[in-house]
C-alpha cells in the first residue's frame, strides 16, 4: 500500500473527501508545482479522486494544471515542453479518451491507462505505470491496443442504445443534440460529455434534428411521419406538424427562423410556420423519395436530394437513379436538376459561402452551384476497402470537407490544395451517420451505427497533417490459442487469418482462403499437435493449412450455408462442424472424406464441442442443446431451450472463474460466488476471445479489427475452491 493510500485510509470520509477535492488546487496555487506532479502521476490519488468525485472532477485537475506557464515546472534545456507538461497532457487525455468507460465502472482505471500510455515508452510514463497496480484483480492489456492520446480523438459519448441518425451544435459550441433511431433526443454537455436532457416522445425512428438559428429550439424529424418542436433548455414539446404520409427524414430551418422545411421519403418537401405548426406550401418530388433537404445560406434556394424509384424518362442508368433539385423557396419554382452520373448519391452539403454544391458517392464530386458544372471529384478510401460516403459537413470556414465512410471510416479534405489531410480509421465500428462541427470549426462530431457520438479536434488534424491507420482489418470474428500457448489466432470477415505471438503481440503471419478472397471466417481451432489451423468459412467450406508455412492443405466440402463452429477430437483424427444448414458432420481429418451427418437440429448449428475424453459431442443451436455418442452417432439427450453462448470456465490452483462477453465488454466471475470480479472494454465492440493454457492470458477481438492481449493480475485472490459440479 503506498504512503498516500495509506494517509487516506486513516481520515475521516469528510476530511478524505475535503482532500481529494481541494489538495490539487492548494499545492498549485502555492507554487508547489513538483509536490503537484507527484501527486497527479500517483495511482492510488488518481483512482481515490475517480472512485470518490467522479471522471469529470479528475480531469478538472489536469485542466487546471494548464493554468500556469510551462515553465513553471521544470524541464530539459531546449525542450519543446517540460516533461511534466507532457505526462500531465498524456494522462489527461488518456482519462478523457476512457471518461465514458470509467463513468460506468471506475474499476477500470488501470487497465485503461495500460492500455492507452504504455504506447509512450518514456522514463516517466513508465515510472507512473510501474506504480500502477491495484489490490483486487484486474485486467492489464499487455500490448498498446488501445486508442492513444494522440490529441485526434478527444471523447467518445454513450447513451443512446441504436444508431445515431442526426447531431447539431448549439450556436454558443457548449451542448450537442443528438437524434437517435432509439426514439431519443439527447443533449449533452460538449465539453464533458454528461448527459443534459432526455426528450421523448416520437414513436418511431428519429431520423433527423436541426436548430433554430438562436439555439432555443430543437427540430425533429422521425419515421412516425411528425415533426416536432422541443424547448432545448426544459426539453418541453412546443409544437408537433402532422402531414406527411410516410418518414419525415430530414428537416431545416430558414436564417430568419420563420419556417421549417421537411423531406419525407412521402415523395413530398413541406413548407410549414414554425410559431404555430401550419403548412404553408408543399412541393411534389413525383416519383422521387426525398432524402436529404437543405437551404442555401442566403436563404433563397431549397436543395434536395433525390432517390427516383420509377422507370420513366431516366436519362442514366437505373442503378444510378439519383438526383440533386433546386427549388426557389420563394414561389417553388424548380431551377435545376442534377443527375448522378457514375453512381447513386448518398449525401450532400452546401458550403457556407453557398458557392459550391457538393455530392457523394464513390467518390465525391464539387459542383458550382450558379453554373452547376462540375469543378473536381476527390477520389475517397472507398475504392480500396469497399463501402460508401454515408454524410458529409464543411467547417464554417469553408475550407475542410469531411466524409464519413459506411464503415466507419472517417475522411478530412482540404477543399483548397483538394488534398486529403488525414484518414481515422478503427474507431468506429458502424457506418458515420451524422457529422457536425463546433461553430468555432475546432472540434469534429461523429455519430454512428455503433450507438456512439465520438468528438476530434480539427484543429490537431490541420497542424499534424498525419495519416492515421491501424491495418486495415474487418470485424475479427474468433480467436482461437496453439496448444503450446505461445501463439494466437484470429479470423476475421475481411477472410484473413493472423497469427499473433502471444508474448508480445506482433503479426507472425497472414493468410486467406486463395480461392475466394473476402471469404469470412466465422471459427478457427488447431489441431492438438498444434501443426494446423483450420477454419469453418462463411462459403460452407473449411479449410486447413500449416500453421508454420501458412500453406493451404485440404478443402472440406459437403455444407450447404456457412459454417458456425468447428472441434477437433484429442486424438487429432476427426473433424466435427456445425453450420447454418442445421447439420453437424464429422470429417475424416486426414483425408477430408465426410463420415457422417447429424440432422435432428431444427435451427441454425452455432457450437461444436467434443468431451476432453473424445467419447461424446456437444451441439447448440439457438433452442437446443443436443449430446451425441461419437462412436455410436446416437443421442444421449438433448436440452431444450436457449444455449448459453461466449462462455469459458477456467480452472487454475483450485481456484475457478468464468470469463464471457456481455454487452461487447470481456467480463471475469468469480466461479464459486458467481460476483463479478473485474472488466475490460475496448474502444469498440469486443466480440470474442481466448483464453491461453495458463487460465490468465486471454486474447480479445474487436469489431474493428483490433486485437487485445491481455493479462489477469492478481488471480491468487479470487475466492473459493474449485466445484466439479459446475
Given amino acids: 500500500m503506498g504512503e498516500l493510500r495509506q494517509k487516506l485510509a486513516t481520515m475521516s470520509p469528510e476530511r478524505r473527501l475535503y482532500t481529494l477535492e481541494t489538495l490539487p488546487t492548494h499545492f498549485g496555487e502555492a507554487g508547489q508545482f513538483q509536490r503537484l506532479y507527484r501527486l497527479l502521476t500517483d495511482f492510488d490519488f488518481i483512482e481515490a479522486k475517480l472512485d470518490a468525485l467522479g471522471v469529470q472532477a479528475l ?18 534545456p531546449g525542450a519543446e515542453l517540460p516533461t511534466p507538461v507532457k505526462v500531465f497532457t498524456l494522462i489527461e487525455d488518456a482519462i478523457r479518451l476512457s471518461a465514458h468507460i470509467l463513468a460506468a465502472d471506475k474499476n477500470q482505471l488501470a487497465g485503461q491507462l495500460w492500455g492507452r500510455l504504455m504506447a509512450f515508452d518514456t522514463p516517466e510514463i513508465r515510472a507512473m505505470l510501474e506504480q500502477v497496480q491495484p489490490i483486487e484483480p484486474w485486467l492489464r492489456p499487455m500490448t498498446p491496443s488501445l486508442y492513444p492520446p494522440d490529441k485526434l480523438l478527444l471523447r467518445t459519448f454513450k447513451g443512446h442504445t441504436s444508431s445515431i441518425s442526426s447531431i447539431v451544435v448549439t450556436p454558443d459550441g457548449k451542448q450537442l443534440i443528438s437524434g437517435s433511431l432509439d426514439q431519443s433526443i439527447i443533449i449533452w454537455n460538449l465539453e464533458t460529455g454528461e448527459e443534459l436532457l432526455t426528450l421523448t416522445g416520437h414513436r418511431e425512428w428519429v431520423n433527423a434534428i436541426a436548430l433554430t438559428p438562436d439555439g432555443k429550439r430543437v427540430i425533429s424529424g422521425s ?16 409544437l408537433t406538424f402532422e402531414g406527411h404520409t410516410d418518414a419525415v427524414v430530414s428537416v431545416a430551418v430558414t436564417p430568419d427562423s420563420k419556417w421549417v422545411i421537411s423531406g419525407s421519403w412521402d415523395k413530398t418537401i413541406r413548407i410549414w410556420d414554425l410559431e404555430n405548426g401550419k403548412q404553408l406550401n408543399k412541393i411534389k418530388a413525383h416519383t422521387d423519395r426525398v432524402e436529404l433537404v437543405s437551404i442555401t445560406p442566403d436563404g433563397k434556394l431549397i436543395i434536395a436530394l433525390l432517390i427516383d424509384f420509377g422507370l420513366e424518362n431516366k436519362p442514366i442508368n437505373l442503378f444510378n437513379n439519383s438526383a440533386i433539385k433546386g427549388w426557389n423557396l420563394a414561389d417553388r419554382t424548380e431551377v435545376f436538376t442534377r443527375w448522378s452520373e457514375t453512381s447513386f448519391w448518398n449525401n450532400m452539403a452546401i458550403t457556407p459561402d453557398g ?3 457538393i455530392s457523394a458517392a464513390i467518390d465525391i464530386t464539387i459542383f458550382n452551384l450558379e453554373t452547376k458544372e462540375k469543378l473536381f471529384t476527390l477520389c475517397t478510401e472507398i475504392k480500396r476497402v469497399g463501402s460508401s460516403v454515408d454524410t458529409l459537413t464543411v467547417t464554417p470556414d469553408g475550407k475542410l470537407l469531411i466524409s464519413g465512410l459506411g464503415n466507419g471510416v472517417i475522411q478530412i479534405w482540404d477543399l483548397n490544395t483538394k488534398e486529403e489531410l488525414i484518414t481515422l480509421m478503427n474507431n468506429h465500428v458502424g457506418a458515420i451517420c451524422s457529422f457536425a462541427v463546433t461553430p ?68 507472425l503471419n497472414t493468410f486467406t482462403d486463395v480461392n475466394n478472397f473476402r471469404n469470412s471466417v466465422h471459427d478457427l481451432v488447431v489441431t492438438p499437435d498444434g501443426k494446423q489451423v483450420i477454419a469453418g ?105 436457449l444455449a448459453k453462448w461466449g462462455k469459458t470456465i477456467v480452472v487454475c490452483r483450485s481456484r475457478k472463474w468464468e470469463i464471457c462477453i456481455v454487452s461487447g465488454t470481456l467480463k471475469i466471475f468469480d466461479g464459486v460466488t458467481e460476483n463479478l470480479i473485474t472488466s475490460f472494454t475496448g474502444d469498440t465492440w469486443l466480440n470474442c476471445y481466448a483464453v491461453a493454457p495458463d487460465g490468465i492470458t486471454i486474447v480479445a477481438g474487436e469489431k474493428s479489427g483490433i486485437v487485445h492481449f491481455i493479462r489477469l493480475e492478481n488471480s491468487s485472490k479470487i475466492s473459493g475452491e474449485c466445484n466439479s459440479n459446475r
Fill in 59 to 76: 480531469i478538472q485537475d489536469y485542466e487546471f494544471v494548464g493554468n500556469f506557464t510551462p515553465s513553471a515546472f521544470p524541464g530539459k
Fill in 223 to 238: 419515421s412516425d411521419k411528425t415533426i416536432k418542436v422541443w424547448d432545448i433548455n426544459t426539453g418541453r414539446e412546443i
Fill in 355 to 357: 458557392k459550391y454544391l
Fill in 440 to 507: 468555432d470549426g475546432k472540434q469534429l462530431i461523429s455519430g454512428s451505427t455503433d450507438n456512439t457520438i465520438k468528438i476530434w479536434d480539427l484543429e490537431a488534424v490541420k497542424t499534424k497533417k498525419i495519416f492515421l491507420q491501424n491495418e486495415l482489418a474487418d470485424e475479427i470474428r474468433t480467436i482461437t490459442i496453439t496448444p503450446d500457448g505461445q501463439q494466437a489466432i484470429s479470423g476475421s470477415d475481411d477472410g484473413y487469418i493472423k497469427i499473433w505471438d502471444l508474448e508480445n503481440g506482433k503479426n
Fill in 537 to 641: 468459412l462463411r462459403s460452407g467450406n473449411i479449410e486447413s493449412w500449416n500453421l508454420k508455412t501458412g500453406k493451404n492443405l485440404k478443402t472440406f466440402k459437403g455444407h450447404t450455408r456457412h459454417v458456425n463452429a468447428i472441434a477437433v477430437t484429442p486424438d487429432g483424427k476427426q473433424l466435427i462442424s456445425g453450420s447454418a444448414d442445421m447439420t453437424v458432420k464429422i470429417w475424416n481429418l486426414e483425408t477430408g472424406e465426410e463420415a457422417f451427418t447429424f440432422t435432428e437440429h431444427t435451427g441454425y448449428v452455432w457450437h461444436v464441442k467434443v468431451t476432453p475424453d473424445g467419447k461424446h459431442i456437444i451441439s447448440s443451436s439457438m433452442n437446443q442443446t443436443i449430446r451425441w455418442n461419437l462412436e455410436t452417432k446416437k443421442i444421449i439427450y438433448t436440452k431444450n431451450g
